[in-house]
Each structure stands twice: as C-alpha cells, then as structure tokens.
C-alpha cells in the first residue's frame, strides 16, 4: 500500500483518474509498469472509473475539499461534519481493549477511504441501509491508549458476495459493522 500514509497531500500533476492514463501517470511518478506499484495505480483507476456500475452515488478525489462538497451533495444537507478515527497516545501491535462507551451518529453517511496512489487519493461512496457510530475504546492496562473510533453497521447485506460471510462465519443478511481506520474519513 504505497500511497496511503506517506502519500503528498496535494500534487500539482493533473490528470483525470481514469484509466487511459494509466501509462501518462506511470511515466510521470517513474513507476516500473510491471510493478506492485503500477498494479495498485491500475487497480485505483479501475476503481474510479467505475462510475455507471454501482447503484449507489460514487467518486474519487484528490482534493478535500472536493470529498466534503460531493459528501454535501450526496447526503443533501447544506453542511457537513467529519468523523476519523483518532487513536489517542501510542498503540502497539499487541494492545488489548475494551468498549467503554458507544454512540450512534447518523444512517446518512458517505465514507471516504484512502487508495493506492502516488499522491493523496480518496474513493467515496454514498451506502444505502448504513448506521454509523463512535466508540470510546480503552486499553485494558493504564499505559496503552484509548480510542475514539468510527464504526459502520451496514445493515442489509444480502447483495454482498458470499466470500464476505464465509471470512466473517456469518450468513448473508446479517448486520455487518466494521471499523473504520484512522486514515479513512466518515462525513454525516
């Protein structure tokens, strides 16, 4: 995952994310084309670009100013607030804990996650039947940190793959909530 936490914020290299680019974009950030690095390119841009195929509101953006006016248009308010995840002190591979306290947000959501770019890319989307939560998370031992952490229960999931139900031992239909990444950008 190149691009996601040591990505530049802004790039002034202006191409449109699609994938007819794909070579003018290699060739511009000197990406080997058959690298890990030109595949995650590859994959970015075939995501992006899938714009018809998907039922639900859909974009990618370079700008985050840009991700809060499309969260503004797909959630028809006139203002929008975001939610990270926020990780307070250190974390460890090995920290333990425990749920301290859960609020809901809202069920108008559009979340926005970072993808493998050269430069500082999001893919948004605007999900149907979500409800979305914060969660006061504690470490079990006083010196490990806490947590406020954003959360999506997508709640019907009976168009999702089954290759989701079979890694998560659930059945289709069910609930799913999941935790989002402290890199990722919920806007309600």
């Given at each position: 995952m190149f691009a996601r936490a040591e990505?530049?914020?802004s790039n002034h290299f202006s191409v449109p994310?699609?994938?007819?680019?794909l070579?003018?974009?290699l060739?511009?950030?000197k990406i080997p084309d058959d690298s890990m690095?030109?595949?995650?390119?590859?994959d970015t841009l075939r995501s992006c670009g899938e714009q018809g195929k998907k039922k639900e509101p859909h974009m990618c953006f370079s700008s985050r100013e840009a991700m809060a006016r499309f969260a503004t248009r797909a959630l028809g308010v006139s203002r929008t607030r975001a939610a990270i995840t926020r990780i307070?002190?250190?974390e460890t591979p090995n920290s333990m804990y425990v749920v301290e306290h859960i609020t809901q947000v809202s069920n108008n959501v559009v979340p926005c996650r970072p993808m493998d770019f050269p430069y500082e890319v999001f893919y948004c989307h605007r999900p149907k039947e979500v409800q979305s939560?914060?969660?006061?998370?504690?470490g079990l031992k006083d010196s490990m940190p806490y947590v406020t952490a954003t959360v999506i229960c997508h709640m019907n999931t009976s168009g999702?793959?089954?290759?989701?139900?079979?890694l998560l031992g659930g059945e289709r239909g069910e609930p799913i909530c999941h935790y989002m990444p402290h890199n990722y950008i919920m806007f309600y």
């Open positions: 990505a530049p914020k994310l699609e994938s007819k680019y070579a003018t974009i060739s511009h950030f690095k030109a595949k995650q390119v590859a307070h002190g250190h939560l914060t969660v006061q998370i504690k999702w793959d089954k290759q989701y139900f079979q």
